[in-house]
C-alpha cells in the first residue's frame, strides 16, 4: 500500500514572538519542519506535500532545499485544520493510497509510530495516533473504547465531562486517500472556534459506518512548540535523547551534558567526543576519531582516526582524511585533507587541497578571498609550511617542497622545491640596546619636568 505525507506548517506560531515562521525555528540545529520531512522520507512516501501560509515562501525555500520532490501547497487563509489538508485535495488526485497527517511543529515523531499507524489501518479506515497526558490542557479529547474511536472533541467545545478524559488527540492521522477528502467535504466550521476541524472526520466516518481507531504513544513524542520555552525544553529533550544514542553506539563521550548534537550528526564507533563539543548539521565522524575539546564542526567528514582539536572549527566541505591532525586554533572550511597531513596550530585552510602527510606550520594562512571571488590552494603531498607562511590563492606548493617561515608565497612552487618570499634580515651590532637606553633616558627627563 503507497502512502503520501501531508505536513500542515501554515499557522502563525504567534506565540514564538517571532518574525520567523514558527517552523523554520532550529531543533538540532535543524529547522522543525525538516524534522517532519525526514521522518516521512523514513517512511518512503510516494508525495510529500508540506501546506504553508505565514512566511510561506521562506518555509518554501527550505522544504525545497531538503527535497527536492517535496510539493509546497500554499494555503492564504488559515481556517481550520481540515481547510488545510483540503487544499491538497488537487495535488494527491488520483495518487491512491493512505494519506498521513503531520504538523510541522511536532518534532518527535518516530518512523516506526507512523508504521504502526499504517498498520493499524488494516482495521480501521481511520486511524488517529493518540497520547495519554499527564496534562491535558487543551488538547483535543479522543472519545474511544479501547482501540475504536467514536468522536474527537476539541477542547473548545468539550463538556466538563469530556475535558476529564485524558487520551488526547496527537494530530496525526492516517486514512484511505480518497475516504479522506471526502470525510474533509462534509466537516462544516459550527464550533467554538469557528475553524473547520479535522478532528471532525472520525465522527463523519463513523456516522456513516466506517471505523476509526487509535494508536497510543508516548506523549514525548507527540511534543508540539507553541512558545521559545516549549522550543528550549524540546531542544533539552532532543539532546539528551542525541547523547543517550551516541553511548548505546560506542561513542565516548567525557562529558555527555556538554556535548552538542544536531538531528543528522552521525558518530562511529570508538570514537571519544571530549568537554564542550558543538556538532552542527551535516557531521560525520568515523570511528576511532578523538575530537577534542572546545570544537564547533559543521558539514564535515572526519576519517578514522584523526584527531581534532582542542579548540578547532570544521567549517562546511571540510574532509579530513584518516589519521589527520587538526590541533587548536585551527579552522577548516572547503578542503580536502589527505591521509596523515598535519594542520596543529593557529591556522586557516579554506578552498585548498592538503596532500598526504604535508605538514604546515603555526599560523599558516590559504589567503583565498581577493574580495570578490574566492580561490583554491593546493599543497602536495609531503609538503612543508613554514610557520607563517601565507599562500596567496590561487597556488600551488608541489610535493615535498617547502617555504621558509614568514614567507608570502604569489607564485607556485615545483615539486621539492624551497621557496623564500620574505624581505632579507638585516643586523645592526648595538643598535637595540642604544635605541632602548635612549628612550629609557627620554622617559626619565619627563618625569622630572
Ligand atoms: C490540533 C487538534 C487537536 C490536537 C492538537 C495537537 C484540530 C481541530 N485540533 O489543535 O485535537 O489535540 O492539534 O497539537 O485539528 N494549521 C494549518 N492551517 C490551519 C490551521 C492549522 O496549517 O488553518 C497547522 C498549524 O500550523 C499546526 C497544525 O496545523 O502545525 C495544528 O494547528 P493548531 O492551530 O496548532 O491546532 P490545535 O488547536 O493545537
Ligand atoms: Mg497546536
Known amino acids: 500500500m503507497t502512502v503520501s505525507v501531508v505536513i500542515l506548517a501554515a499557522g502563525q506560531g504567534s506565540r514564538m514572538q517571532s518574525d520567523l515562521p514558527k517552523v523554520l525555528h532550529p531543533l538540532g540545529a535543524v529547522p522543525l519542519v525538516v524534522h517532519a520531512l525526514r521522518v516521512a522520507r523514513e517512511i518512503d512516501p510516494v508525495q510529500t506535500v508540506v501546506v504553508v501560509g505565514h512566511g510561506g515562501e521562506a518555509v518554501a525555500k527550505v522544504v525545497r532545499a531538503e527535497d527536492e520532490f517535496a510539493t509546497v501547497v500554499a494555503q492564504p487563509e488559515q481556517l481550520g485544520t481540515a481547510h488545510a489538508v483540503d487544499q491538497v485535495r488537487a495535488t494527491l488526485d488520483g495518487i491512491d493510497g493512505d494519506v ?30 493518540g497520547f495519554e497526558a499527564a496534562d ?10 479501547d482501540d475504536r474511536l467514536e468522536r474527537i472533541v476539541e477542547f473548545k467545545d468539550a463538556t466538563e465531562g469530556e ?12 486514512a484511505d486517500r480518497a475516504q479522506l477528502f471526502d470525510l474533509i467535504a462534509q466537516v462544516g466550521n459550527d464550533n467554538a472556534a469557528g475553524e473547520f476541524y479535522l478532528t471532525d472526520i472520525v465522527a463523519l466516518a463513523r456516522a456513516q459506518g466506517l471505523s476509526a481507531g487509535v494508536v497510543r504513544c508516548d506523549e514525548a513524542e507527540t511534543l508540539g512548540i507553541n512558545t521559545r520555552a516549549e522550543l528550549a525544553q524540546a531542544e533539552a ?9 551516541a553511548l548505546e553506539n560506542g561513542v565516548t563521550l567525557c562529558a555527555p551534558e556538554t556535548v552538542y548534537f544536531a538531528q543528522d550528526t552521525y558518530l562511529g564507533r570508538d570514537t571519544v567526543v571530549d568537554q564542550f563539543v558543538v556538532f552542527g548539521p551535516g557531521v560525520t565522524v568515523e ?18 582516526g584523526a584527531v581534532v582539536g582542542p579548540y578547532a572549527r570544521l567549517r562546511p566541505g571540510a ?21 596523515g597531513a598535519k594542520v596543529n596550530h593557529l591556522s586557516y585552510v579554506g578552498d585548498a587541497s592538503v596532500g598526504a602527510r ?17 580561490h583554491h590552494t593546493e599543497i602536495g603531498e609531503g609538503a612543508f609550511i613554514g610557520s607563517s607562511t601565507m599562500l596567496v590563492a590561487p597556488v600551488k606548493v608541489g610535493a615535498h617542497a617547502l617555504t621558509g617561515s614568514g614567507s608570502v608565497i604569489t607564485q607556485d612552487v615545483p615539486d621539492g622545491a624551497l621557496a623564500l618570499g620574505r624581505g632579507k634580515q638585516e643586523t645592526k651590532p648595538g643598535l637595540g640596546k642604544r635605541l632602548m637606553d635612549r628612550l629609557r633616558a627620554a622617559k626619565a627627563a619627563k618625569g622630572k619636568g
Open 100 to 129: 498521513i497527517v503531520l504538523y510541522g511543529d511536532t518534532p518527535f515523531i518516530r518512523a516506526e509510530t507512523l508504521a504502526a499507524l499504517r498498520a493499524a489501518r488494516l482495521w480501521h479506515d481511520v486511524v488517529v495516533l
Open 136 to 145: 491535558p490542557g487543551r488538547y483535543g479529547r479522543l472519545i474511544a473504547e
Open 163 to 174: 475535558r476529564a478524559i485524558t487520551l488526547c488527540n496527537s494530530g496525526v492521522i492516517c
Open 237 to 245: 529533550r532532543f539532546q539528551t535523547r542525541k547523547r543517550a544514542e
Open 287 to 304: 570511528s576511532e576519531a578523538h575530537i577534542r575539546a572546545f570544537s564547533h564542526l559543521e558539514g564535515c567528514h572526519v576519517s578514522r
Open 319 to 339: 574532509e579530513l582524511a584518516e589519521d589527520v591532525r587538526v590541533g587548536n586554533f585551527v579552522e577548516i572550511k572547503n578542503a580536502q585533507i589527505d591521509e
Open 358 to 374: 604535508a605538514n604546515l606550520g603555526a599560523g599558516t594562512v590559504t589567503c583565498n578571498y581577493d574580495g570578490v571571488f574566492k
